[in-house]
């Protein structure tokens, strides 16, 4: 059984930093796209930043700049650096993998349970 598991999250005020580590556990062999999203009140769910299996990243307008998103492919780990938050990024951020192989299965769209950040203003 895969689990993406986030963990990170928490109370902050404007200006500061936090972040955020997703570590995906299970017989894993390989992870493609790995990615952060998150989901405000109210809000559909947004793409916030994602990397690649050899790094390469995107990231939404509204963060570029300001976060970094990483990954240790040993440790199957995607990490979220974020820098200079505001009031506005506060959300529930969901780590997300498009596919996990296992070596007997795909698992594919795979997301973790979400870890709240707040920042106050």
């Known amino acids: 059984q895969v689990q993406l598991v986030e963990s990170g999250g928490g109370l902050v005020q404007a200006g500061g930093s936090l972040r955020l580590s997703c570590a995906a556990s299970g017989s894993i062999l390989s992870i493609n796209v790995m990615g952060w999203y998150r989901q405000a009140p109210g809000k559909q769910r947004e793409l916030v930043a994602t990397?690649?299996?050899?790094?390469?990243?995107n990231y939404a307008d509204s963060v570029k700049g300001r976060f970094t998103i990483s990954r240790d492919n040993a440790k199957n780990t995607v990490y979220l650096q974020m820098n200079s938050l505001k009031p506005e990024d506060t959300a529930v951020y969901y780590c997300?993998?498009?596919?996990?192989?296992?070596?007997?299965?795909?698992?594919?769209?795979?997301w973790g349970q979400g870890t709240q950040v707040t920042v106050s203003s």
């Open positions: 997300n993998a498009d596919r996990i192989f296992t070596g007997s299965r795909w698992y594919v769209d795979y």
């Open positions: 990397i690649s299996g050899i790094g390469s990243t």
